[in-house]
């Protein structure tokens, strides 16, 4: 199938990759502004290990025909993703399911093992968004709360530059892609940095999955110390934190991706 429909009546754009009996399967979820399709060589290399891989673009993003660059709530990103683990694993009936959050997709899928730990055997996170952000730190909280109230549809530009991947080429075809948002809504901006970094901050202390923490040691987005910061804070007693050296934002589109990807299949297979 190509859409998935929510229990809203939304369509996701969506993508089953599967293969004849995988070990597992790996849900992706990935960041703002982008779309699954970045996620080929990803999802070709879990199945080339053996796993099923289901994608899908986030509500608001990617070829979805409905409201590009809106959100109502950030919490509808969690309810999405219920929904697509509910299907999995009606289709996988036996095998485990873990789920890989990037960036933004990394949030989603941190608020979502907070609230539905019993669905999943274990999460990933590649670079994941899991406090506040230097983009946050430069806004005035308060003021973007009162323009929303009034104008919650204006639009912010897409602020990522060019130290999305070391890998120039990447950032390149990155503003090329036609599917990357340019802009989103100030309600967007606001669910993301400030309510669901709000609930994560709550929740973060009963957080008790398996879980492998990635993250690039240059990444200036989404800086590294988020990412020990969840590690520290979390009470899962298996729990993995690799920093790579001198890798930035998108670590999976990194020429050392393959180094990447191998450790996340190693980690899945202890898991299985």
Partial sequence: MKYFMLRDGYDVYFKDDEISDPKGVVVITHGFAEHYSRYDYVANSFNEAGFAVIRYDLRGHGRNKEELGHIESFNDFVEDLHEIIKWTREKYKDKKVFTLGHSMGGLVTAL????YKDTIEGQIFSGAALGTLPSAEKQNRGLLKM????????TIKNPIDDNLCSNRQVYIDYINDKFVLKKATINFYYEFLFNAVDS?????GSYSLPCLITHGEKDKVVPPILSQNFHNNIISSD?????YKDLFHEILNENEKDQIISDMVKWLDKHI
């Fill in 200 to 204: 994560l901050n709550l929740g973060v």
């Fill in 147 to 154: 323009v929303k109230m009034v104008a919650k549809k204006a």
């Fill in 112 to 115: 979502y093992g907070i609230k």
């Fill in 239 to 243: 729990k993995e934190l690799i920093f």
